[in-house]
């Protein structure tokens, strides 16, 4: 990929940080590896695309250091939890044969497992190499008939953020608006389905199906969720939505603005995480939608649900109240979880910002307060205990070992999720 190309997915006018004198986001510093390659980037954002087959063209340690490390989950198809590497060793580099493994490769991976698609992700070696991997990915979407799509995301390019980026450009470039969406079936209570897209929504342990009921009672058709528990073909009708709701602003921001300024789908950003952002979500859902008795519905809903939630809640309100809490999660989870713990009763009194947006700084101020403590600084001592703060409970997201650490709230228990259901699917 040419830097220009580069330089561009990173000056992004839809983030607000951008009227700046320092135009995008920031590039990375050297020793600051903690937050992953682009390639680790591009892999995550697509890889719950349940139906496609995702080939790592390069080494072998690409794709087995950070395969299927999200737990995203899927209602049916698992192909995504095949991991395929085109495993190039160094005498493969010095023959040149890395094109050819890859042609092979994608014709191994379409008989083996039939896939709807597949997508090639290249990583640092093959870039470096010169393996002109769109070539390739077109010469065998001709002889097979599969589309092949190629995810150019090296891991040198820059950061995991860029490389989410450079995933939906190739969702956009390849794949949005290649197909239409199946005939909407008439609802048996009459009312009108309307078509909206959720961009950067991951289902990490199967966390959206405990939404997406509300989508199904207000007439909402989810298209697509870019990407969790996501097929193929959902992601080619992305086109069609009415209105798209950006769950992961700093990962695929760039979808959502070529989307408005290609087909003019508006856009909000939003969260589901917590009574309160849940609410807003479908607000802004029927407002942008614009339908009077869809507005008034919502509402119902709303209130409804707010009840149900806040009677559930009130056990555990008498037993957190009050209780400290250190986030640290990163990127949009900086403010969203915020809001969640708060309908607990507990107090966050820092949160981690090592992903965040200028936007999500913002929000996390407007939630917290002008004086709330964030934290940049990724090491586990800063993580564990920040100077002059005193905390119950410690929130650290993703890899890191120390995920809940508990300081003086003991006896806590994990309960099993809710009954999983999907919309759409």
Known sequence: MKASEIQALLDEPACTHNTKEKSGCAKPKPGATAGGCSFDGAQIALLPIADVAHIVHGPIACAGSSWDNRGTRSSGVTLYKIGMTTDLSETDVVMGRGEKRLFHAIKQAIDSY???????????????????????????????????VPVDAAGFYGTKNLGNRLAGEA???HVIGTAEPAPVVPRADGLPTYDVNLIGEYNIAGEFWHVAPLFDELGLRILCTLSG??????????????VNMVVCAKALLNVARK????????FFEGSFYGVQDVSNALRDFARLIGDPDLIARTEAVIAREEAKAHAALEPWRARLK???????????KSWSIVSALQDLGMKVVATGTKKSTEED???????????TKMIDDGSPKARRQPEGTVVDLSRVQGRHPDRW???????AQGTDPLPRHQSGA
């Not at 698609?117 to 990583?123: C, D, L, Q």
């Open 405 to 411: 650490r508990t300081q003086s709230l003991h006896g």
């Open 171 to 173: 969702m956009f470039k």
């Open 259 to 266: 989307m408005q300024d290609t087909y003019g789908q508006p």
């Open 114 to 148: 039939s896939p709807k698609a597949v997508f090639i992700y290249n990583t640092c070696v093959t870039a470096l190499i010169g393996d002109d991997v769109g070539a390739v990915c077109k010469a065998a979407t001709e002889r097979w008939g599969t589309p092949v």
């Open 322 to 332: 009050d209780k400290r809490v250190l986030l640290y999660t990163g990127g949009v």
């Open 229 to 242: 528990d996501s097929r193929f073909h959902e992601v080619q009708t992305m086109h069609r939505a009415k």
């Open 361 to 371: 700084k913002a929000r996390i101020r407007e939630l917290m307060g002008e004086d």
